[in-house]
């Protein structure tokens, strides 16, 4: 069993749409990480926390520690949001990072 | 704003030639790191670096890789002798807390 379970796998969306991606995990973790992984291929950190929730413009991530689950939310979805959404957990104060296989967003016009 | 460098962004090579992946993290980050992703793959974990160590490797890491970090600047990762299967793209991050910063990557071909 995969220990970072992201669903959906495949996403297509209208743009404008709201847009939410799901993380699950089962290992005790430090932070949960979002990346944004575009078709060149370039990773790009959206966000890390360990609780709550944060903001960032048109994205929104949550965790639930109780539950190990994570949230990445868009909002006003828009084609330039297409890319792969990877979920990782990080254990330990600066340990490896345990990666989802990620969920492919495509936002159609 | 700062950014992580890698190169080559494309090497191809020869099973059982040697390559050196080489980095540059950002200048005041303290931890290193290394991952792969296999096409079509989930990325994966390989080394992670600080002090001047390894502080961590996964079961991937076997005898045929290592990581240096020669000067003040870089940061490589070397495989001695290249199998088909290390075909992947190699991305290097750095980090100075539990963040991280994503190089764009070395596309690495094994022929």
């Known amino acids: 069993k995969n220990e970072v379970e992201q669903s959906p796998q495949n996403l297509t969306a209208q743009e404008g749409e709201f847009i939410t991606i799901n993380c699950s995990y089962s290992v005790g973790i430090s932070a949960l990480h979002w990346l944004q992984q575009h078709p060149g291929g370039g990773i790009v950190s959206l966000f890390m926390l360990s609780s709550g929730k944060k903001k960032h413009g048109r994205l929104i991530a949550t965790i639930n520690i109780q539950e190990k689950h994570s949230s990445l939310h868009i909002t006003a979805s828009h084609p330039r949001d297409s890319a792969v959404y990877i979920c990782?957990?990080?254990?330990?104060?600066?340990?490896?990072?345990?990666f989802g296989k990620g969920t492919k967003l495509s936002v159609k016009p | 704003e700062p950014e992580v460098t890698q190169t080559p962004s494309h090497q191809v090579t020869q099973m059982g030639q040697e390559v050196i992946l080489r980095c540059v993290p950002i200048?005041?980050?303290?931890?290193f790191y290394w991952y792969r992703q296999i096409l079509g793959q989930k990325v994966e974990f390989l080394v992670s670096?600080?002090?001047?160590?390894?502080?961590?490797k996964s079961e991937i890491f076997d005898d045929q890789f290592s990581v240096e970090r020669p000067d003040g600047s870089n940061f490589t990762l070397k495989i001695r002798s290249t199998k088909l299967e290390d075909s992947a793209m190699y991305f290097c991050?750095?980090?100075?807390?539990?963040?991280?910063?994503f190089g764009p990557g070395t596309r690495l071909t094994v022929l």
């Open positions: 200048s005041n980050h303290l931890y």
């Open positions: 990782a957990v990080g254990r330990g104060s600066q340990g490896n990072l345990i």
């Open positions: 991050a750095s980090s100075k807390d539990r963040g991280r910063n």
């Open positions: 670096f600080y002090n001047n160590e390894i502080s961590e």
